[in-house]
């Protein structure tokens, strides 16, 4: 009896205790745009749809009033203009999950079928692969890690800090 005693206090405090950790891990808001960039190199822009949520989107998306979820890499090359040739990679979306205290996610896919642009030109690439881990380090913050792997155009893994830049409409 005494035995049982003590195995239900321990599972009650192990239970208690991811119930806290989970309380007390930084999440973002809702409906939030999170930005990096690195001039010449990448950004990422991550966007909510709720707290736990990263939302998708497809590739070449020129033109939106808001910040769309998605990778741009700028790519090695003749410049036209004085602009690069660049990816515009979407995102298939995210759910966080709770690991270590922190919220996060990590994807690998594939984008077939992109673009790579160039002021005055586009060249549609066959495929190109994605890996982007992020940790929720703040709720004005979300850190991670990026790599891509394309014909003529590729990021090798490069971290990023992505700051709250603003609210989006719901």
């Known amino acids: 009896m005494r035995a049982r005693s003590i195995v239900m206090v321990l599972v009650f405090v ?13 999440r973002p808001a809702a409906h939030s745009s999170y930005g990096f960039r690195k001039a010449g190199r990448f950004s990422v822009t991550l966007n909510t749809i709720a707290a736990t949520q990263i939302s998708s989107s497809p590739a070449n998306v020129l033109g939106s009033q808001f910040p769309i979820t998605g990778i741009g890499v700028t790519c090695p090359g003749k410049k036209v203009s004085g602009r690069s040739p660049f990816l515009d990679l979407g995102f298939p979306g995210a759910t966080l999950k709770l690991k270590h205290g922190h919220y996060g996610f990590s994807r690998a896919y594939t984008e077939r079928g ?6 005055g ?3 549609t690439l066959k495929s190109v692969k994605i890996k982007l881990s992020a940790t929720v380090a703040t709720s004005k913050l979300i850190t991670g890690t990026v790599s891509v792997k394309a014909a003529g155009c590729s990021l090798k893994s490069s971290t990023f800090r992505a700051k709250f830049t603003q609210t989006l409409p719901s």
Do not use: I, R
């Open 114 to 119: 992109v673009s790579k642009l160039v002021p």
């Open 121 to 123: 030109a586009t060249t």
């Open 14 to 26: 192990v239970a208690a205790t991811g119930v806290a950790e989970a309380a007390s891990a930084a």
